[in-house]
């Protein structure tokens, strides 16, 4: 394949998330090994929100790729990959990427993560080898599929990539992110998540997640098969998502309301080890309130000063859980 002309690479990618992580790690490996070895990286991660998130400034690379989030018509987005429901903003974003003819915007709703479509993708059509990162891939499908053995395990946090997951979802620094993607292409999960700067981060958030688990428990109301609560007093708007189902195990669905300094939110989840099948299409219900997300979990992020309509929502989507699908 011609290498690109351009050398500076700009990265968007879902931030605070393992699989936007690792995305941008599978994608930086495969695009230096199969279109530019010379290209020089550049990382930012984005979050949702209502309208547009990005800036037009943030395409200020020769080349620009999203990964592991939504759908950008913009003429400076050259490389896309995503595997959400709620890619697409309108219709017209739609018809904008079935229209491209580029090869090198890719979407797959079905893919449990977006670091193993690009691996796939990079193979299929690229002849790309990713090999040397099959344990990150294939952490990343686990996590971002939910397809940890139980509750317990995706809670108690034992393993190293479960660690360094945490420290990924709760990262405030903008310059830490990059130094874990640029890790990860060279080192095993283990040996990141030994990092010293790793570790001590990993533990002050251990001790918040114990504080976390407490108060959930505290604060929690299952009502219906839905457990309801709210943190958005304590600030902790980026714990553990799989709390409510280690103390709730027989619950179907959980709604949660949290804020922070940029963002309220509503995370909407269902029990990957329930005993009764999810219903609801999570992504669908929270896209007629401005988030997405996919089939089985989904959020809604709101101005950090619209608080009350974010309990107001969380409230309607606990109530339209509780009732059958007809």
């Not at 999960?189 to 114990?210: K, M, N, P, S, W």
């Not at 959020?299 to 309607?316: G, M, V």
Request: aromatic letters at 10%; a neutral charge; proline letters at 5%.
């Amino acid at each position: 394949m011609k290498p690109d002309v351009a050398r500076k690479v700009t990265v968007l990618h879902h931030d605070n998330c393992f699989d936007g992580t690792a995305s941008a790690t599978v994608f930086t490996a495969f695009y230096r090994a199969a279109v530019d070895p010379n290209g020089r990286f550049r990382y930012r991660g984005v979050h949702h929100r209502i309208g547009n998130p990005f800036e037009p400034r943030w395409f200020d690379g020769d080349v620009n790729a999203v990964l592991d989030f939504r759908y950008s018509t913009t003429d400076k987005l050259n490389w896309w990959f995503d595997h959400h429901v709620s890619a697409f903003a309108n219709p017209e974003e739609r018809a904008h990427f079935e229209a491209d003819r580029s090869g090198r915007k890719f979407y797959d709703p079905a893919a449990r993560s977006c670091t193993k479509f690009i691996a796939r993708v990079a193979r299929e059509r690229f002849g790309w080898d990713p090999g040397p990162l099959q344990d990150l891939i294939d952490w990343a499908d686990l996590i971002d599929g939910a397809q940890f053995q139980s509750a317990q395990s995706a809670v108690e946090l034992r393993e190293p990539a479960l660690r360094l997951m945490t420290v990924i979802e709760a990262n405030r620094d903008r310059e830490f992110l990059p130094s874990i993607i640029v890790a990860l292409l060279t080192d095993p999960i283990d040996r990141v998540a030994a990092r010293g700067d790793v570790q001590t981060r990993f533990a002050a958030l251990y001790a918040r997640h114990e504080k976390a688990i407490a108060m959930v428990k505290a604060r929690a109301e299952q009502r219906d098969g839905v457990v309801s609560y709210d943190l958005s007093d304590t600030r902790m708007d980026a714990i553990n998502k799989f709390i409510a189902y280690y103390l709730f195990p027989d619950c179907r669905y959980t709604v949660a309301v949290s804020l922070s300094e940029t963002r309220a939110k509503v995370s909407v989840g269902s029990n990957p080890w329930g005993a009764v099948p999810r219903q609801h299409d999570l992504a669908r219900i929270c896209e007629r309130y401005g988030g997405g997300g996919h089939p089985v979990v989904g959020a809604i992020s709101l101005q950090p000063a619209d608080i009350e309509l974010a309990r107001t929502t969380a409230r309607e989507i606990a109530e339209e859980l509780r009732r059958p699908v007809t």
